[in-house]
């Protein structure tokens, strides 16, 4: 990913507010084309709300965002359609349809968003469960039928599904076990080299941060404190920052990183 890299989402003066709860107050952000960028900060700061707004799933109360050069709040459908057909979202706990086996699940957008003939809608819908990392049996059965880190990659397979330039994660590895959540590190990483996506990643693993991200956007104060590659952020002075990054998991974190 090069700095001077596109900005594939820009954000300005981004307001979220419930009832008398302000969650973000002049929030500015970008997103470079190609990079991975995870985002992180304390409970209740608003990572998901960040997330869903961009995705326009949350109206925000001001505040101007573009994605892939399209206005997100627009209600043209052309703009909505665009966005929607060029992003993929792996929202927590994948979400999937539970009545619907994971071949159905990821052939469900291309149904939706494509007049492609069924038979080539279910080769490409195996395609993309196999990028995902799952053995082709894996198809055929229900998320119920699937470990956690199975149903995750079925979600990847279904967030992918439309060949997105734009790939939003919410939590990944929460709920894996370090090796499980190590592999869908690298699963994100090797999609993401493969396929030169850009990918906005919410996560509390600090392993991740490092192994895989190239910038790491802090959200306290109501905004983005500091959005930088993560030995910059490490070094910001905000009380939060530190203990995060410094206390025993984030010693721990970089410890394993500086001996791999």
Same mark, same amino acid.
């Given at each position: 990913?090069?700095?001077?890299?596109?900005?594939?989402?820009?954000?300005?003066?981004?307001?979220?507010?419930?009832?008398?709860?302000?969650?973000?107050?002049?929030?500015?952000?970008?997103?470079?084309?190609?990079?991975?960028?995870?985002?992180?900060?304390?409970?209740?700061?608003?990572?998901?709300?960040?997330?869903?707004?961009?995705?326009?799933?949350?109206?925000?109360?001001?505040?101007?965002?573009?994605?892939?050069?399209?206005?997100?709040?627009?209600?043209?459908?052309?703009?909505?359609?665009?966005?929607?057909?060029?992003?993929?979202?792996?929202?927590?706990?994948?979400?999937?349809?539970?009545?619907?086996?994971?071949?159905?699940?990821?052939?469900?957008?291309?149904?939706?968003?494509?007049?492609?003939?069924?038979?080539?809608?279910?080769?490409?819908?195996?395609?993309?469960?196999?990028?995902?990392?799952?053995?082709?049996?894996?198809?055929?059965?229900?998320?119920?039928?699937?470990?956690?880190?199975?149903?995750?990659?079925?979600? &990847?397979? /279904? #967030? @992918?599904? *439309?060949?997105?330039? +734009?790939?939003?994660? !919410?939590?990944? $590895?929460?709920?894996?076990?370090?090796?499980?959540?190590?592999?869908?590190?690298?699963?994100?990483?090797? &999609?993401? /080299? #493969? @396929?030169? *996506?850009?990918?906005? +990643?919410?996560?509390? !693993?600090?392993? $991740?941060?490092?192994?895989?991200?190239?910038?790491?956007?802090?959200?306290?104060?109501?905004?983005?404190?500091?959005?930088?590659?993560?030995?910059?952020?490490?070094?910001?002075?905000?009380?939060?920052?530190?203990?995060?990054?410094?206390?025993?998991?984030?010693?721990?974190?970089?410890?394993?990183?500086?001996?791999?």
């Amino acid at each position: 990913m090069s700095a001077d890299a596109p900005n594939i989402i820009e954000v300005r003066g981004l307001d979220n507010r419930f009832g008398s709860a302000i969650v973000h107050e002049q929030l500015d952000l970008d997103v470079r084309e190609g990079e991975i960028i995870g985002v992180v900060g304390g409970s209740g700061s608003g990572k998901s709300v960040l997330m869903r707004s961009i995705l326009a799933l949350q109206t925000p109360k001001a505040g101007r965002i573009r994605v892939l050069g399209r206005d997100a709040r627009s209600h043209k459908a052309a703009d909505r359609a665009y966005i929607e057909g060029n992003t993929g979202v792996l929202f927590q706990n994948a979400a999937l349809f539970s009545s619907l086996t994971v071949l159905e699940n990821v052939m469900v957008p291309l149904r939706e968003h494509s007049t492609l003939p069924e038979d080539l809608i279910r080769q490409l819908a195996m395609n993309k469960i196999q990028l995902a990392g799952l053995a082709p049996e894996a198809a055929l059965k229900l998320p119920a039928e699937l470990s956690g880190g199975m149903r995750k990659r079925a979600g &990847i397979a /279904r #967030a @992918l599904a *439309l060949d997105p330039a +734009l790939l939003f994660l !919410d939590e990944p $590895t929460a709920g894996l076990d370090p090796i499980g959540a190590a592999a869908f590190d690298q699963l994100i990483l090797s &999609i993401q /080299r #493969a @396929l030169g *996506l850009t990918v906005f +990643l919410i996560t509390h !693993d600090l392993d $991740t941060l490092y192994t895989i991200c190239d910038r790491v956007a802090v959200l306290a104060d109501r905004k983005v404190l500091v959005n930088a590659p993560i030995e910059q952020v490490a070094a910001v002075a905000h009380p939060w920052i530190q203990e995060y990054f410094h206390g025993p998991r984030g010693r721990a974190a970089l410890s394993i990183q500086e001996n791999t």
